[in-house]
């Protein structure tokens, strides 16, 4: 199996080629992504960064309980593999972090993020009206008549409520996650019959496992699909959409860029990557309900309806016990209960907590050992409320 060396120097360690996104080497490889797959930049533009003024406060030693356990903001930071955190109140920073020799230029691999960074993209086109939540997925991809997507709509890839069979098993070396990471060029295939890309991934998606609407799964593909509607339907490949309809008019302040398959196709479901301070500036677009710097980026309606447009009793099979989870819309995670806070996440420990109710957004960049654990999520949703909670009301 090939292997990479993982900083160019002669003798250096040597990453396996099947393993670079995984523990340990993901403590170096999430920070260098463009070393290891071939990627697309997301251009900045030629405008000025947005603002992000700063009011630091220390929050080290703010405590707070998760699981029975004890603990603090430092030890959480500590404990829990973080690469960056970023808080934000009020539209000032309050506290910014890096740790494992990242700094405030370096990209981060968002994993699954970018679903929430392709979902307000489709959020702008659609208040554009390029594009309709309720018309069929075959109406910009006709090509999808062959496959178990037949009769779905937007609506239902956004919402990951497509009826469509997709194992997203992490770890099994023959789930449809592990095409997909060989697919998008991650990894090399481990079988010569799979998908060589991952529009030919979609295309062989024939299966269903129940109608389309009737439950949330959590499906990366979906976002991929998506991501390939708002393509067809603009004209426009996905990187240069996202640069030229939010990454340059928000204001970041960095260049960001997709990990692309063979063909070029940007990644959607995971494949972003960008500065902590620009997740932030991207958080604080939500809060500000769309409209940063004077400027309307996404419409205020789109971003209400993720509070309050979600489908609880779709979610059947997740224990609320475990996880503060209500509901998936728009390609976001929606807590369930009145506040009505909502989350980007991603594997290996990637969030930003976004609630406006307290004007407070708070973006963490991991890399976890595990691709999931709910001990870990549920620890990390309890030290930003602590933070947030602790400061002035």
């Known amino acids: 199996m090939t292997a990479i060396r993982h900083s160019g120097a002669q003798g250096a360690p040597q990453i396996p080629r ?41 929050i080290d030693d703010i405590h707070f309980e998760s699981d029975g356990n004890r603990s603090s903001i430092a030890a959480f930071f500590e404990e829990n593999y973080t690469d960056g955190a970023l808080i934000l109140h009020r539209g000032k920073i309050v506290a910014e972090r890096y740790f494992n020799g990242m700094t405030a230029h370096t990209p981060h691999l968002s994993q699954s993020m970018a679903k929430s960074i392709t979902g307000t993209l489709a959020g702008i086109l659609i208040g554009r009206g390029e594009i309709d939540p309720a018309s069929l ?8 008549e062959q496959t178990a997507y037949r009769g779905a709509t937007i609506r239902h890839v956004l919402d990951m409520t497509s009826g469509v069979t997709f194992d997203e098993n992490y770890t099994a070396l023959d789930s449809h996650m592990a095409m997909l990471d060989a697919a998008s060029g991650w990894k090399d295939r481990l079988d010569p019959a799979w998908p060589a890309n991952v529009w030919d991934l979609v295309l062989g998606l024939t299966k269903a496992e129940c109608e389309h609407g009737a439950s949330f799964r959590y499906r990366s593909i979906e976002t991929d699909v998506l991501a390939f509607a708002l393509q067809r339907a603009s004209g426009t490949p996905l990187a240069e959409l996202v640069s030229r309809e939010l990454w340059a008019p928000m204001g970041a302040e960095e260049d960001a860029y997709f990990t692309v398959d063979s063909t070029g196709y940007a990644l959607a479901d995971g494949g972003f990557n960008a500065s902590l301070r620009d997740y932030g500036r991207f958080a604080l677009l939500h809060l500000r309900r769309g409209e940063l710097n004077g400027r309307r980026i996404v419409p ?31 390609q976001f995670w929606v807590e369930y209960d009145e506040r009505r806070a909502y989350m980007a996440r991603g594997v290996f420990g990637q969030m930003i907590y976004i609630d406006p109710q307290a004007d407070f957004a708070a973006v963490l ?10 001990v870990r999520t549920r620890t990390a949703i309890a030290a930003v409320k602590a933070i947030r909670d602790a400061l002035p009301k």
């Open 18 to 58: 099947h393993e670079w996104d995984r523990t340990p080497w993901n403590r170096w490889s999430f920070q260098r992504v463009r070393e290891f797959v071939p990627t697309t930049r997301v251009w900045r533009g030629t405008g000025p960064a947005s603002p992000l003024p700063s009011a630091l406060r220390e």
């Open 137 to 144: 997925l075959t109406a910009y991809l006709p090509e999808l």
């Open 300 to 330: 205020a309606e789109w971003l209400d309806d993720i509070r309050s447009g979600g489908r609880p009793e779709l979610f059947g099979e997740i224990d609320r016990r475990d996880l503060p989870l209500g509901a998936y819309r728009s």
């Open 365 to 374: 960049l991991s890399s976890w050992p595990e691709f999931v654990s709910d």
